[in-house]
């Protein structure tokens, strides 16, 4: 059986799967820098982790839907009334107080965060003769990759990192529970890898791509949010993990493998320069939006800017969270397939 990639193995390998690993390999050997970088050059951390790639995967969608005229018809309701639903939700939801916005907001990103391993899993396992058992114990391995260490975080002391705010999760200190979910955790993780050496023994097989998700998603997950607790390196394996797969996904499996005709007016994203204007323009859409909430809302990046305008907080937060949000529920929509 041929390994499953999604475009081929050096472009998988470099920008789908080797980011978790490399990441995490700059945290273990340069781990004793990252403290003294986060403290001298707060801005370039800011502008890179969070704006280049956390803001900038968000608009990566745009060339799946918006931008795509077809995509756009054939879903031309759903595009045109998300948005606007997001954004009354959202003030719904600030009215009750920017603690509850943020909290909300904050859950529905980490089911967003947990799908999207879940969904490189079931892609790179398109081609597996599946059973129901099976794909039940797929399942259970990327959940409890990736719902262990928020458990964690649910249940331990306070964590010295947010995702969006401080305290935007509710939290239990409970030691006992967290012990049993170790153990169950590391049974289940254990599970995985003699299951994982008995199905390459009997049918002499090792489904790289699909291995490498899951693999990648555990070490991410557990080292940025368990085995640390350090707001930079979660940012970074969060991040850059969760970002570069998913705009690469979206270049290689929407522009590079398409035809011309679909893309209509995108066709010429398909030239050698294409990937460097793709990736041109979600930076100066991701820049564009930051710039908003800095000066709009945070007033925390550029100073010397006029102060935010804190009395619209309740109209411009939930405005400016909509790509955001919309993103959030779209992508649980559009990879869907019939079968």
Same mark, same amino acid.
């Given at each position: 059986?041929?390994?499953?990639?999604?475009?081929?193995?050096?472009?998988?390998?470099?920008?789908?799967?080797?980011?978790?690993?490399?990441?995490?390999?700059?945290?273990?050997?340069?781990?004793?820098?990252?403290?003294?970088?986060?403290?001298?050059?707060?801005?370039?951390?800011?502008?890179?982790?969070?704006?280049?790639?956390?803001?900038?995967?968000?608009?990566?969608?745009?060339?799946?839907?918006?931008?795509?005229?077809? $995509?756009?018809?054939?879903?031309?309701?759903?595009?045109?009334?998300?948005?606007?639903?997001?954004?009354?939700?959202?003030?719904?939801?600030?009215?009750?107080?920017?603690?509850?916005?943020?909290?909300?907001?904050?859950?529905?990103?980490?089911?967003?965060?947990?799908?999207?391993?879940?969904?490189?899993?079931?892609?790179?396992?398109?081609?597996?003769?599946?059973?129901?058992?099976?794909?039940?114990?797929?399942?259970?391995?990327?959940? !409890?990759?990736?719902?262990?260490?928020?458990?964690?975080?649910?249940? !331990?002391?306070?964590?010295?990192? !947010?995702?969006?705010?401080?305290?935007?999760?509710?939290?239990?200190?409970?030691?006992?529970?967290?012990?049993?979910?170790?153990?169950?955790?590391?049974?289940?993780?254990?599970?995985?890898?003699?299951?994982?050496?008995?199905?390459?023994?009997?049918?002499?097989?090792?489904?790289?791509?699909?291995?490498?998700?899951?693999?990648?998603?555990?070490?991410?997950?557990?080292?940025?949010?368990?085995?640390?607790?350090?707001?930079?390196?979660?940012?970074?394996?969060?991040?850059? !993990?969760?970002?570069?797969?998913?705009?690469?996904?979206?270049?290689?499996?929407?522009?590079?493998?398409?035809?011309?005709? $679909?893309?209509?007016?995108?066709?010429?994203?398909?030239?050698?320069?294409?990937?460097?204007?793709?990736?041109?323009?979600?930076?100066?859409?991701?820049?564009?939006?930051?710039?908003?909430?800095?000066?709009?809302?945070?007033?925390?990046?550029?100073?010397?800017?006029?102060?935010?305008?804190?009395?619209?907080?309740?109209?411009?937060?939930?405005?400016?969270?909509?790509?955001?949000?919309?993103?959030?529920?779209?992508?649980?929509?559009?990879?869907?397939?019939?079968?």
């Amino acid at each position: 059986m041929q390994q499953p990639w999604i475009h081929k193995a050096k472009t998988d390998g470099i920008f789908i799967l080797a980011p978790s690993f490399l990441v995490l390999g700059i945290v273990f050997v340069f781990q004793s820098h990252l403290e003294a970088l986060q403290e001298r050059y707060p801005f370039y951390t800011w502008l890179f982790l969070i704006v280049f790639i956390d803001v900038a995967h968000v608009y990566a969608t745009l060339f799946k839907t918006y931008f795509k005229t077809q $995509e756009f018809q054939k879903r031309k309701t759903l595009l045109t009334l998300l948005p606007v639903g997001c954004f009354v939700i959202g003030m719904t939801l600030f009215a009750f107080g920017s603690a509850v916005f943020w909290r909300v907001l904050a859950y529905i990103a980490v089911f967003h965060f947990i799908r999207q391993q879940y969904g490189f899993m079931r892609l790179y396992s398109r081609k597996e003769l599946k059973t129901p058992r099976s794909i039940f114990i797929d399942n259970l391995i990327i959940y !409890s990759a990736t719902g262990y260490p928020m458990l964690f975080w649910f249940l !331990s002391p306070a964590r010295k990192f !947010s995702w969006f705010t401080t305290d935007d999760f509710f939290s239990y200190e409970n030691a006992a529970t967290l012990n049993v979910l170790q153990w169950i955790y590391f049974a289940i993780m254990g599970f995985y890898v003699l299951r994982t050496l008995h199905k390459y023994v009997t049918e002499k097989y090792f489904n790289i791509p699909k291995n490498s998700i899951i693999i990648g998603t555990a070490l991410s997950w557990y080292f940025g949010i368990v085995y640390f607790n350090d707001d930079l390196i979660f940012t970074l394996l969060n991040v850059v !993990s969760h970002g570069i797969p998913y705009m690469a996904l979206i270049y290689l499996k929407e522009i590079h493998t398409k035809p011309e005709p $679909e893309l209509g007016r995108l066709h010429f994203l398909k030239a050698f320069r294409g990937i460097f204007i793709y990736i041109g323009i979600l930076l100066i859409i991701a820049f564009s939006e930051e710039y908003l909430w800095e000066i709009l809302v945070w007033n925390e990046q550029f100073s010397v800017l006029s102060p935010g305008m804190g009395k619209y907080a309740f109209l411009l937060v939930p405005l400016l969270t909509v790509p955001q949000f919309t993103h959030y529920i779209l992508d649980g929509l559009i990879w869907k397939a019939k079968k």
